[in-house]
């Protein structure tokens, strides 16, 4: 009995000890505890209320509305359109049973003709990348159609999680007419996000990519507002936080272009389907651009597509080898051809290398020098000429005699007085500036490859072509300017900005950019055969006769390398007393011409000169 | 002596209330109807957690010694059922179906490892000296550790771990008896984090057991097992894909991945933090009400009392838990018997374990390892395994002289 009590009391104050060890770690965890909680509640109490705030309050970015492209006249060429976005939100889907059926419904939509409306690997990838990012929209469908968002809406009650968002894209009504002028809008890439100047863009904004959306990027855009939001943790909004402000999005300025929209379309209708080339019509007084076109023409709309129809449309553009990407007009080259005699004869008539009444030896169809023979374009000859003459009969032999005389330093400087050899400034990118080079330069940029300028050269220069190239714009501007003898002005589409209370905050004023003068006399001379050009019976750009205007031109057929036909020029100026418009008409390819070119030209002075006899379309 | 404890009785139902009222604070933002809410099942789960409970305080004290075995082997069957056909609930197999009753073994089965392991150790006394006296709880511990290992839920064969540790010392372990033992663990977890810890607890190890004057043949045994403990977790831990041991970290630091794993854990934090000294008022917390905290209603219940009550609220409730476990370890010093004071501190240590590990994770201090907080937590299984240890706590304290 004693030994057992005894056990007892062992057992007893074994036990004692024990539970106090017991207590004695209970209270030792329970205070790291309450120290962690007053650390957490007390010591970082303000930051943690502060990311609480954060989680609940959203700053929702409104977007800006993005500025309107208007021609001179007021009707509308760019504007916006609602866009939807079929995106999914992981979080919404709540349980991984919804997570597959959810798939699996989405499989099986199909558009009318039974077509899978999304891709099995894609569809994947989303989800995929959803499970990481459960609170983020993810793209599944961009830029839905209409009749495929009605779908995804009749289902909305068996795809959780499914959300259609809407946003505003770009919207080019008229189509592939002046797409080239345009450019188009894409989502802002990383090298652009990157630069200091895009600091307000987000992810997945829409910035000019090129043509006017390019380089008015900053009017278009507008300023963002924004708003508060409670959202819970699905991202879902709950609804507005109160005494939050609200800001407003400002939409961005509207741009008034100096294009009009009428001989636009005349110019695009002009140009026969299948050829390539460019149309330019501006105004040489001041610069400002009516017209522009390229050919082949490019759909603008197809940037604002689904993601893989983008892809797809991108790649046929841009393979395409007769690359219907690049604006022909400011950043095609080609050989000026006959239209460059005007500089060649103002060169020699401003120093009196030669006069009105100079007479070189009788064009029969070609000219020896030295060693080499070279032909007029008409085999029969021309017979004797004075400039004038050989201005309206575009007779070779003439000018290669005169180009022997006036020598390649006068001919570059003639043709630099004029804007040629450098880029003139117009406002959209991807303007070239061509190539105007007398001996001296060449000699100097071809030494390495061991080109020597030979006196031969200086033939192939006087009519046009050999080491000399110039874009569409710079042709047109070039026998403008000579027309109007007061310089050359800065091709623009820039008339005004305004704001989109319709305030006008900039209005462009003209911009001298190359000196553009002759003699009275030398331009008289000249005028006089881009008069006769046209308006001679012996002409050869008579096809650009306007009844009623006196318009002057000059014809031009390049030889090229790469076919067999010239590429057609044809520059033309009106009225040439006092010009109004100047139009320059390539196309690659297409022959002569006065028999290819001109009639185009004549269809836009026609336009300009006697709107009432057009039909304009608007949208 | 019978007389019931009010102090541990009151801090009881201190937290039963509080656990339900934040469960419905938690959860009342929805459009059921009041009778399918969470926080009335909640309620129906206590009612019937306490007729359990009552039940189990009116048995005799000897009958949990009778049913112990049975208990035992009914707790192992089950974890064989649910191992091999069990339901998956968020990727582990943990639920089994019995006459429409979902339930979890797993809880259960502490209860019945309680008794079993309790009933043994109260007739065989462990020590470190003689291996052979290990054999038996050994065996005891490992089968159920191992099923429940395989479900995978790692939390809960933590919980019989700990009870284990904490009975083999109440069985005859002195405190560096238990250190030893432990040692090899330590090493794997150690060797793979750095090796001048590893080399640290090593040099410790045999310092501290040449200090003790333990047998030549144990130090040999314990550093051998030690090393190469580390060895071979080292070796495990170079062997690894990246991404394995990137689980494993993100693991133990969810801070790694804050949009994943470590994502409750943070939102957790912010919830508590945000609270303050005083909360932001019942039902108020902007965390909770639009859904930042992931099973705010089960596992992180504690984050949203941290929201709604701040400091003092944690406080309170930190403090009501010591109560409870305090009262309840003391029950020890009422009956001088093995068998008593064995399935006293077992309880005791599950509720502890389970509320030190739940809270640590709310606060960032632990793993999300998916302890459910006892009394505060909802859920029908585990209350009804809280109420039936607390209905043992009572038996014990009110029948355990009857025993002797």
Known sequence: MLSHSNEQEDIRHEMNFKTIVFVCINIIAFSVLILRLLQLQYFDFENNLKKAEENRIRKVNVKASRGYILDRNGIVLVRNRPSYQISLLYNGLKTKENRDSVFNRLLRITDAKGKRLLDSAALHFSFERGRWQKFRYQRLMEDAAPEVVALFEERAEELPGIEILVESRRDYPFGSQGAHIFGYTGEISEKELELPENAHYVMGDRIGKKGLEFSYEKEFRGKNGSRHVEVNAMGREMGPVAGMPFEKPVSGNALVTTIDWRIQQVAEAAIPENLKGAVVALNPQNGEIYAMVSRPPLDPNIFSLEKRELHKAWASVALDTAKPLTNRAISGVYPPASVFKVITAAAGLEDNVFTEHTRYKSCLGGFRFGSRYAKCWRAAGHGVLNVVGALRESCDVFFYQAGLDVGSRRISDMGKRFGLGSALGVDIPGERSGLLIDSATYEKWFERRGWKWSAGEILNIAIGQGALLVTPLQQTAMVGALAWGNGVYKPHFLKEITSPDGEVLIKFKREKVAEGQVLEHTRKIVLKGLDEVVNSPYGTGRRAIVPGIRVGGKTGSAENPHGEKTHAWFAAVAPLDNPEIAVGVVLENAGGGGAMAAPIAQKILKAYFYPDTLQVETK | ?404
Not at chain 2, 1 to 26: E, N
Not at chain 2, 41 to 57: E, L
Not at chain 2, 376 to 388: D, E, P, Q, W
């Open chain 2, 1 to 404: 002596m019978k007389k019931l404890d009010w102090l541990f009785m009151g801090s009881l139902f201190a937290l039963i209330s509080i656990g339900i009222m934040l469960v419905y604070s938690a959860t009342s933002n929805t459009d059921l109807p009041w009778y399918k809410t969470e926080w009335f099942k909640q309620i129906i789960h206590f009612a019937v957690g306490s007729i359990i409970a009552a039940g189990v305080v009116f048995m005799p004290a000897k009958f949990w010694k009778n049913v112990a075995w049975i208990a035992y082997a009914v707790a192992l069957a089950s974890l064989l059922l649910v191992v091999n056909s069990g339901h998956v609930s968020k990727g582990a197999g943990r639920w089994l179906d019995i006459a429409g009753f979902r339930f979890q073994p797993s809880e259960f089965a502490k209860v019945a490892y309680l008794l079993a392991s309790s009933l043994w150790l109260s007739k065989h006394r462990v020590s470190i000296m003689e291996p052979k006296t290990l054999l038996v709880p050994g065996l005891l511990f490992i089968v159920p550790f191992l099923l429940v290992l395989k479900q995978p839920n790692l939390s809960t064969a933590l919980v019989f771990t700990a009870v284990t540790l904490v009975h083999f010392y109440w069985a005859g372990f002195r405190l560096v008896d238990l250190f030893l033992f432990v040692s090899p663990a330590a090493s794997v977890i150690f060797s793979a984090i750095s090796a001048l810890y590893w080399n640290l607890l090593i040099i410790g190890v045999f310092f501290i057991s040449i200090k003790f004057k333990f047998p030549l043949w144990l130090i040999v045994l314990t550093m051998l097992l030690n090393i190469s403990a580390g060895y071979v977790s080292q070796m495990a831990w170079n062997s690894m894909e990246d991404h394995q041991r990137s689980r494993i970290l993100t693991f133990l630091d969810p801070m790694r991945d804050p949009k994943g794993e470590g994502y409750q854990v943070i939102q957790s934090q912010v919830a508590i933090g945000s609270g303050g000294l005083f909360g932001k008022g019942f039902g108020e917390g902007s965390q909770t009400n639009l859904a930042f905290l992931p099973e705010e209603h089960t596992d992180f219940i504690f984050s949203v009392l941290g929201e709604q009550f701040g400091f003092a609220g944690s406080f309170l409730v930190l403090v009501l838990f010591f109560l409870l476990f305090w009262r309840g370890i003391m029950i020890c010093r009422l009956h001088p018997d093995n068998f008593v004071n064995l399935v006293v501190v077992g309880a005791c240590t599950i509720l502890f374990f389970h509320t030190l590990v739940n809270v640590a994770m709310t606060i960032g201090f632990m793993p999300v390892t998916g302890l459910p907080l006892p009394f505060l937590s909802y859920g029908g299984s585990f209350v009804i395994t809280c109420m039936i240890l607390i209905g043992l706590l009572l038996n014990m304290r009110l029948k355990g002289k009857d025993i002797i």
